[in-house]
C-alpha cells in the first residue's frame, strides 16, 4: 500500500510519534551518549575490534573448532576494557535501549494491522505474533 494523498493524515501521525520520541528526554539521553560515542574514535575503535573479535570467534566455534584458553582471555579482557570505558558502555546501552523501543513500536503496528484495531495489553502478552521470529 503506497501512501497517498488521501493517507496524509497517517503521515502526519507517524510525524507526530516521531517527534514525540525525539522530544522524550530519555531519548535525548541516548542521543547524548551515541553522540559521545560517535566523536570518541578511541572508544569506536576499541568497540569496533571487539565486534571483529566476537564474530571471528563465534565463526570459529561454528566452524567446530575449539576456542583456546588464551583466545577466550584475550576476549574477555578486551570486553572488559570496553564495558568499562564509560562513552562505550552508554552507546552499547543506548543501542540497546533503542532497539527495545523500535521493537515496541513494531509490535504495537505489527498487532495494529493482524487484528485490524488497536491492541490491548492482552493481546501484545507472549510474543510479537505470527511469523516475527522472536519464537516468544
Given at each position: 500500500?503506497?501512501?497517498t494523498?488521501?493517507?496524509?493524515?497517517?503521515?502526519?501521525?507517524?510525524?507526530?510519534?516521531?517527534?514525540?520520541?525525539?522530544?522524550?528526554?530519555?531519548?535525548?539521553?541516548?542521543?547524548?551518549?551515541?553522540?559521545?560515542?560517535?566523536?570518541?574514535?578511541?572508544?569506536?575503535?576499541?568497540?569496533?575490534?571487539?565486534?571483529?573479535?566476537?564474530?571471528?570467534?563465534?565463526?570459529?566455534?561454528?566452524?567446530?573448532?575449539?576456542?583456546?584458553?588464551?583466545?577466550?582471555?584475550?576476549?574477555?579482557?578486551?570486553?572488559?576494557r570496553?564495558?568499562?570505558?564509560?562513552?562505550?558502555?552508554?552507546?552499547?546501552q543506548?543501542?540497546?535501549?533503542?532497539?527495545?523501543?523500535?521493537e515496541?513500536?513494531?509490535?504495537?503496528?505489527?498487532?495494529?494491522?493482524?487484528?485490524g484495531?488497536?491492541?490491548?495489553?492482552?493481546?501484545?502478552?507472549?510474543?510479537?505474533g505470527?511469523g516475527?521470529?522472536?519464537?516468544?
Open positions: 500500500m503506497a501512501l494523498a488521501e493517507d496524509s493524515i497517517i503521515v502526519k501521525k507517524t510525524r507526530d510519534l516521531c517527534q514525540t520520541i525525539l522530544d522524550h528526554p530519555d531519548f535525548q539521553t541516548l542521543r547524548k551518549n551515541i553522540d559521545q560515542f560517535m566523536a570518541d574514535q578511541k572508544a569506536q575503535q576499541e568497540y569496533q575490534s571487539l565486534v571483529e573479535k566476537s564474530e571471528q570467534l563465534n565463526h570459529k566455534q561454528h566452524q567446530g573448532a575449539r576456542l583456546s584458553p588464551q583466545e577466550i582471555s584475550d576476549y574477555e579482557s578486551h570486553r572488559d570496553v564495558v568499562n570505558n564509560p562513552v562505550a558502555a552508554g552507546f552499547i543506548a543501542q540497546q535501549e533503542v532497539h527495545q523501543m523500535q515496541s513500536i513494531n509490535k504495537y503496528l505489527s498487532k495494529t494491522f493482524e487484528l484495531r488497536v491492541p490491548n495489553d492482552q493481546d501484545l502478552e507472549g510474543g510479537c505470527e516475527c521470529g522472536c519464537h516468544h
